[in-house]
């Protein structure tokens, strides 16, 4: 008898975790229904009915309670004309505001020198970390500020939390009064199932609250470099007769170094050509 009990609460368990799944908008009438369904384990079903469903709170109650959660960020276009003063003034700001550097990035080319910079600052310091680089010399090219709002998604994930945390304190309750190896096993797997599912949202959570707690501002900063414009200008006449001049003496010295070089092959020739008239003469 014992043995069957203890069956139907872990069949019962295993209804109640997939409805809060899949239909958590809908727990508290179907936790209720199964519990009613199930006259073999009345005890166990009233009392996870009693600590899963708490007393439903009116939106406005729930709007007082709970505090906005904005993730806010931000991204500047800056041009500057000294590049290096520039950053040293932002160096100070973000002190000033208590944040830091995320991601700091320098490259130059011929035309220009960038620097890419990722701020993180405390999310009530970000309007004033705005204020003070929108107020320096530099010229803002480009602007784009956004707040995204995670109210929903952060509270919810609180609420499935200590669902999931409640039912794998009941799974663990459970597994000490399973008698066969089969029970075990089945209990093993569901509780690694939610301590999985718990990870996740931990994991998920702590992200938003991150991002909600530091916002972030991407600031392009440039400077374009001077380039000087050479001017062709056209030679004159006596200027490219010079040049020409200069051009004919080099090729004569040229071709005078050249047969200089070959001496050897002009005397061959020579001596051969005479020995040939004195031949042909004889």
């Given at each position: 008898m014992k043995k069957i009990i203890l069956t139907f609460g872990i069949i019962s368990i295993n209804i109640l975790f997939s409805c809060h799944s899949n239909l958590q908008g809908n727990q508290e009438s179907k936790t209720g229904e199964i519990s009613s369904s199930n006259n073999t384990d009345l005890s166990e079903g009233r009392s996870m009915e009693k600590s899963s469903n708490p007393k439903p709170e009116s939106d406005a109650f729930k709007s007082k309670q709970r505090d906005k959660k904005i993730i806010k960020s931000g991204y500047l276009n800056i041009k500057t004309s000294n590049i290096s003063k520039s950053k040293s003034s932002f160096n100070t700001i973000v002190k000033n505001v208590d944040g830091y550097y995320e991601l700091e990035k320098l490259y130059s080319d011929d035309y220009s020198t960038v620097y890419d910079i990722k701020i993180r600052v405390p999310s009530a310091n970000f309007e004033k970390l705005l204020y003070e680089i929108e107020s320096g010399k530099n010229e803002i090219t480009d602007k784009n500020i956004s707040g995204n709002d995670v109210t929903e998604e952060y509270y919810d994930l609180e609420t499935r939390l200590v669902s999931k945390r409640e039912y794998l304190k009941r799974y663990r309750v459970i597994l000490t009064k399973a008698n066969t190896i089969e029970e075990i096993l089945l209990i093993e797997e569901k509780i690694r199932e939610i301590e999985e599912e718990i990870d996740s949202k931990e994991g998920r959570l702590k992200f938003l609250?991150?991002?909600?707690?530091?916002?972030?501002?991407?600031?392009?900063?440039?400077?374009?470099?001077?380039?000087?414009?050479?001017?062709?200008?056209?030679?004159?006449?006596?200027?490219?007769?010079?040049?020409?001049?200069?051009?004919?003496?080099?090729?004569?010295?040229?071709?005078?170094?050249?047969?200089?070089?070959?001496?050897?092959?002009?005397?061959?020739?020579?001596?051969?050509?005479?020995?040939?008239?004195?031949?042909?003469?004889?």
């Open positions: 609250a991150d991002q909600v707690g530091f916002s972030t501002l991407s600031i392009h900063l440039y400077d374009k470099k001077v380039q000087k414009i050479i001017e062709f200008q056209e030679d004159g006449f006596f200027k490219k007769a010079g040049i020409s001049l200069s051009h004919g003496l080099k090729s004569i010295l040229n071709l005078f170094l050249w047969i200089i070089s070959i001496w050897p092959y002009i005397l061959i020739v020579i001596i051969t050509f005479y020995l040939a008239k004195r031949y042909i003469k004889k």
